[in-house]
């Protein structure tokens, strides 16, 4: 767990705030990826970035928008949000995209 | 299009008894699949992993589970509960089928253990 860190551990926001969550990977990794746990859904995939370059997109809204300044760092900036958008936003690493991931241990993001 | 399906969302067993987690997949190509394991308010842990080689694979923690091509199945196992097992399972596969780059998640089972 120790080879993913995140970002607050937990955020509490109102709905016209700006927030941002961070994650950084000392894996020496060069995929990372965004991903959303709700109550009782799968995990969703959010956003694949490999070599800094975003490599998917799965249908998210405008108001996440993602950032990946290096192989080390990815950030997700938060504006608007709605409090359907609260879940545990988790943050992964590979060597390569399609290999065994490894995670940090989540934001939990509550939206009032 | 590659899926996976979790057959139990809750399991509970008695410490010291066997666990048995299912998990089912289909797949255009030879998968790799995952084990992972998300204890309350932490992230995701790798518990093991197939990709092609020996069909049982061990895991983390005395976990292991059994690579079945012909049932499309890649069950969990561990011969004897502990109750630092209690957690929830996720089941993945991944693959290149239709060009998706990343993992695919089962929809989680919830290991309960009774002491």
């Not at chain 1, 545990?88 to 989540?106: E, I, K, R």
Request: charged share 15%.
């Amino acid at each position: 767990e120790t080879g993913v860190t995140q970002t607050p551990r937990h955020l509490v926001m109102g709905m016209t705030n700006k927030k941002s969550l961070k994650c950084e990977q000392h894996l020496g990794h060069n995929a990372m990826y965004w991903y959303k746990q709700s109550a009782k859904k799968p995990l969703e995939l959010m956003f694949v970035y490999s070599l800094e370059e975003r490599v998917e997109n799965n249908s998210v809204p405008s108001r996440f928008s993602p950032e990946c300044p290096n192989s080390s760092h990815l950030f997700l900036h938060l504006h608007t949000l709605q409090p359907e958008d609260s879940a545990l936003y988790l943050c992964a690493s590979s060597q390569g995209v399609v290999d065994t991931q490894y995670f940090g241990p989540g934001t939990r993001l509550t939206v009032l | 299009a590659q899926s996976v399906t979790q057959l139990d969302s809750h399991v509970s067993v008695s410490e010291g008894t066997p666990v048995l987690l299912r998990c089912n997949y289909s797949s255009s190509y030879s998968p790799s699949l995952f084990w992972y394991v998300q204890h309350p308010n932490k992230g995701l842990q790798l518990l093991l992993k197939y990709t092609s080689a020996a069909t049982l694979v061990k895991g983390i923690n005395g976990f292991e589970a059994e690579f079945k091509k012909s049932e499309t199945s890649f069950h969990l196992t561990k011969p004897s509960a502990h109750m630092s097992d209690a957690a929830e399972y996720f089941c993945v596969v991944s693959g290149r089928d239709t060009g998706r780059r990343a993992l695919t998640f089962g929809s989680g089972t919830r290991l309960q253990v009774q002491p």
